[in-house]
């Protein structure tokens, strides 16, 4: 197993919370998808969408800020062009990781990312790396 690899796995194996930007309560939206997939792994997913007040039976958030507990894991589905501000958010609130989905990528918020000491994964889906990385179908 390559080292990012096994640094990706050893994230999902050990964190419980993640948060996801840009949770859509449509069940067509990829967001929703992978977030009930999230949960079914055994992950409690907290969206945050300033449009909602709940998503998948969890209380939405207006913003990464507003969350009272600690996040492990920070997943964005935002387009790239979008997602520095909340980049710049959730190293404030210091999770393990920070999540662009995939097709998300954006060197400034890696770089905001790195700079702040957190885990970046950009361009790839949390779905796909986890059923991959645990041989799952």
């Known amino acids: 197993m390559e080292p990012l690899d096994a640094k990706k796995k050893e994230l999902l194996q050990t964190s419980k919370i993640i948060a996801m930007v840009g949770l859509s309560p ?6 929703n998808v992978v977030a009930n997939y999230l949960k079914g792994a055994g992950y409690r997913v ?3 969408n300033p449009q909602y007040d709940e998503i998948l039976g969890e209380k939405a958030y207006k913003s990464l800020s507003d969350i009272p507990e600690k996040v492990d894991v920070v997943d964005i589905f935002m387009r790239s062009e979008k997602v520095v501000p909340v980049v710049e958010e959730a ?22 990312a790195a700079d702040g000491g957190i885990d970046f994964v950009q361009g790839v889906c949390i779905k796909k790396e986890h059923t991959r990385l645990f041989g799952l179908k």
């Open 46 to 48: 907290i969206p945050v």
């Open 26 to 31: 449509n069940t067509d939206k990829p967001s």
């Open 91 to 112: 190293v404030k609130i210091k999770p393990r990781a920070i999540w662009l989905q995939e097709g998300i990528v954006n060197e400034e918020a890696r770089k905001i």
